[in-house]
């Protein structure tokens, strides 16, 4: 007997008093993802919360994730580091602002370094 109530994907829900009370799970739809030359693209260093260590950071791409983790994929090769793809955001180890943009400019997307 297969369960139908899957408890994990109730996000923010704890308990209702109301009987008729259904929990709808709203699939919330990815983006399209902009064409390269619409894509405005942030390049900046932080190192917040990261116990000193400096993260390039590459924000506004505005599309799907799995575009997302393959430009991720693109800048790491690129640059020769590791790094991740989070929150939206593209985390590549290090300072490597100037390269990025570089990489980022020649495949064709808008990019701007900042700081």
Not at 31 to 40: G, R
């Amino acid at each position: 007997m297969a369960k139908t109530n899957n408890w994990k994907n109730r996000e923010g829900v704890v308990y209702s008093t109301s009987e008729n009370f259904d929990y709808d799970i709203s699939n919330t739809e990815e983006p399209i993802t902009l064409p390269m030359q619409q894509q405005n693209l942030k390049v900046l260093l932080d190192k917040n919360g990261r116990a000193g260590k400096q993260v390039t950071l590459v924000t506004g791409f505005v599309g799907k994730t799995t575009d997302l983790e393959t430009l991720t994929k693109l800048l790491k090769s690129k640059c020769g580091v590791g790094g991740s793809c989070k929150d939206r955001e593209i985390i590549l180890q290090g300072d490597l602002r100037d390269k990025v943009v570089q990489a980022l400019l020649k495949e064709g997307y808008k990019a701007k370094r900042i700081g």
